[in-house]
T-cell receptor, first 113, second 116 residues
Framework: KNQVEQSPQSLIILEGKNCTLQ??????????LRWYKQDTGRGPVSLTI?????NTKSNGRYTATLDADTKQSSLHITASQLSDSASYIC????????????FGIGTKLQVIP | DTEVTQTPKHLVMGMTNKKSLKCEQH?????MYWYKQKAKKPPELMFV???????INESVPSRFSPECPNSSLLNLHLHALQPEDSALYLC???????????????FGPGTRLTVT
């Protein structure tokens, strides 16, 4: 069964600090991996998407990495802001459309002043 | 405009009620989706419409009935729901091919449903 595991489950950091969220997956074959940000009570918003051949992708203060050999990804947030408080969800797709997508449970990040 | 709108934001209904959730997008997307998300769980795919035709039903109970009146609108009709159906219902859309997850899904804010 395809699985996506994220760690930590929750994280509290001080405003201005950096943090790294982890995602390990067993999805095979692999098409792409997305990181989403989901504010409480809102729909997820895509931050980055990476394919097999991409090692790193940035979107502002968000930088995602992918090691397709070890099936691991990370999301690094630089100089955190209060608005970064949200759940961050790792989503891995196998070929074949959105019915082949596996969502992780997410990491709940809280940035405090 | 990259917005997916959903109404209502909150809905409380009894187990004998009939209600509908609505979703709208004006990005010209031809694939639309319904997801169910329980607290502290990832979204679960329910239905997929591609070019206004139902292409995927993930074994959803018949008390949930989707409808796609046109390429911009997606409805979810609810009837005789159970308390365990209480959840956040998310609508999403993507540009085109059902087979291509490289097209980003745009999610609406969701409808928070409570079944009493």
């Amino acid at each position: 069964k395809n699985q996506v595991e994220q760690s930590p489950q929750s994280l509290i950091i001080l405003e201005g600090k950096n943090c790294t969220l982890q995602c390990n997956y067993t999805v095979s074959p692999f098409s792409n991996l997305r990181w989403y940000k989901q504010d409480t009570g809102r729909g997820p918003v895509s931050l980055t998407i990476m394919t097999f051949s991409e090692n790193t992708k940035s979107n502002g203060r968000y930088t995602a990495t992918l090691d397709a050999d070890t099936k691991q990804s990370s999301l690094h947030i630089t100089a955190s802001q209060l608005s970064d408080s949200a759940s961050y969800i790792c989503v891995v797709s196998a070929p074949g459309g959105y019915q082949k997508v596996t969502f992780g449970i997410g990491t709940k990040l809280q940035v405090i002043p | 405009d990259t917005e997916v709108t959903q109404t209502p934001k909150h809905l409380v209904m009894g187990m004998t009620n009939k209600k509908s959730l609505k979703c709208e997008q004006h990005m010209g997307h031809r694939a639309m989706y319904w997801y169910k998300q329980k607290a502290k769980k990832p979204p679960e795919l329910m239905f997929v419409y591609s070019y206004e035709k139902l292409s995927i039903n993930e074994s959803v109970p018949s008390r949930f009935s989707p409808e796609c009146p046109n390429s911009s609108l997606l409805n979810l009709h609810l009837h005789a729901l159970q308390p365990e159906d209480s959840a956040l219902y998310l609508c999403a859309s993507s540009q085109d091919s059902l087979q291509n997850t490289f097209y980003e899904q745009y999610f609406g804010p969701g409808t928070r449903l409570t079944v009493t």
